[in-house]
């Protein structure tokens, strides 16, 4: 089975302070994504990787950077936390089908 | 652009099969159709996808049409845990870049 781990499930910042979100994938796949969800919003993509060191903006990458050193972390990082990131955080990993296969997710919640 | 039509919300019996209808009239011949369901407060989790032959797995069975303008997914023996929104995606097989997730179907198993 496909496993999608993220680093927490829940998560409080101040405002201003910088936070990582870490997501691990075991299944040696090559593309992995970040999004947000929020109410009435649906799922909406910051960012996505499709290989190490490689990186691609989403519909929503502004107050967002990631990280891909290794093949199966991709870290999202916000720069400086504001109250209007406060959100559930989603990371996936894709299959050779382009299945997505999603993590549990990270309620942030930025104070 | 909506790409699939599903109703908003069905409700099935547990023990029941939940047969959940999604339209994709103007699906392209490379697009296939994946199946997608949310619990509350979890990740999106990957259930099945299908070109145009039914397919089936442990969790569900995809009957595509003969015209691939319409698929029904099938809960075979419903149970209260397979209550969850279910989203019907249809996407090129081999294309980069993040899902679309529509409103999907609020599915209410009952006892």
């Known amino acids: 089975d496909v496993k999608v781990t993220q680093s927490s499930r829940y998560l409080v910042k101040r405002t201003g302070e910088k936070v990582f979100l870490e997501c691990v994938q075991d299944?040696?796949?090559?593309?992995m994504f970040w999004y947000r969800q929020d109410p009435g919003l649906g799922l909406r993509l910051i960012y996505f990787s499709y290989d190490v060191k490689m990186k691609e903006k989403g519909d929503i990458p502004e107050g967002y950077s990631v990280s891909r050193e290794k093949k199966e972390r991709f870290s999202l990082i916000l720069e400086s936390a504001s109250t209007n990131q406060t959100s559930m955080y989603l990371c996936?990993?894709?299959?050779?089908?382009?299945?997505?296969?999603f993590g549990p997710g990270t309620r942030l919640t930025v104070l | 652009d909506a790409k699939t039509t599903q109703p908003p919300s069905m409700d099935c019996a547990e023990g029941r099969a939940a047969n959940l209808p999604c339209n994709h009239s103007t699906i392209s011949g490379n697009e296939y159709v994946y199946w997608y369901r949310q619990i509350h407060s979890q990740g999106p989790q990957y259930i099945i996808h299908?070109?145009?032959n039914n397919e089936t797995n442990e969790m569900a069975s995809l009957i595509i049409t003969e015209d691939r303008k319409s698929s029904t997914l099938i809960l075979p023996h419903a149970t209260l845990r397979d209550t969850a929104v279910y989203y019907c995606?249809?996407?090129?097989?081999?294309?980069?870049?993040?899902?679309?997730f529509g409103k999907g179907t609020k599915l209410s198993v009952k006892p």
């Open positions: 299944m040696d796949h090559e593309n």
């Open positions: 299908g070109l145009k």
């Open positions: 996936a990993s894709e299959a050779l089908y382009n299945e997505q296969f």
């Open positions: 995606i249809v996407r090129a097989g081999g294309s980069q870049g993040n899902l679309i």
